[in-house]
């Protein structure tokens, strides 16, 4: 089994800035891509970002020049560095990885969501 657990949600004020760790763990032979997805009420959930195990990042349009993704492979941990937020960006973060267990079985695996509300 594989577990993946957020951190560093909470409350900013609009162009503000927030970090958001992913930390995975459990039964783990390699992870292929990470990402973050979010989720504001009534809506649906939505890509915000994703990278592959080599670093190759993409964004959502909405979010392109103001977050950034990253990764660190021997921590099984991706980042999301969020700056210039705004009110829209308020939902609930998820981080979602594609991991295999072993060499020939693999699963797609999510966080339990952290909260990010910006203030205007």
């Known amino acids: 089994q594989v577990q993946l657990v957020e951190s560093g949600g909470g409350l900013v004020q609009a162009g503000g800035s927030l970090r958001l760790s992913c930390a995975a763990s459990g039964s783990i032979f390699s992870i292929n891509v990470m990402g973050w997805y979010r989720q504001a009420p009534g809506n649906q959930r939505e890509l915000v970002a994703t990278?592959?195990?080599?670093?190759?990042?993409i964004y959502a349009g909405s979010v392109k020049g103001r977050f950034t993704i990253s990764r660190d492979n021997a921590k099984n941990t991706v980042y999301l560095q969020m700056n210039s937020l705004k009110p829209e960006d308020t939902a609930v973060y998820y981080c979602?990885?594609?991991?295999?267990?072993?060499?020939?079985?693999?699963?797609?695996?999510w966080g339990q969501g952290t909260q990010v509300t910006v203030s205007s």
């Open positions: 990278i592959t195990s080599g670093g190759s990042p």
């Open positions: 979602n990885a594609n991991v295999r267990s072993t060499p020939l079985r693999r699963g797609d695996y």
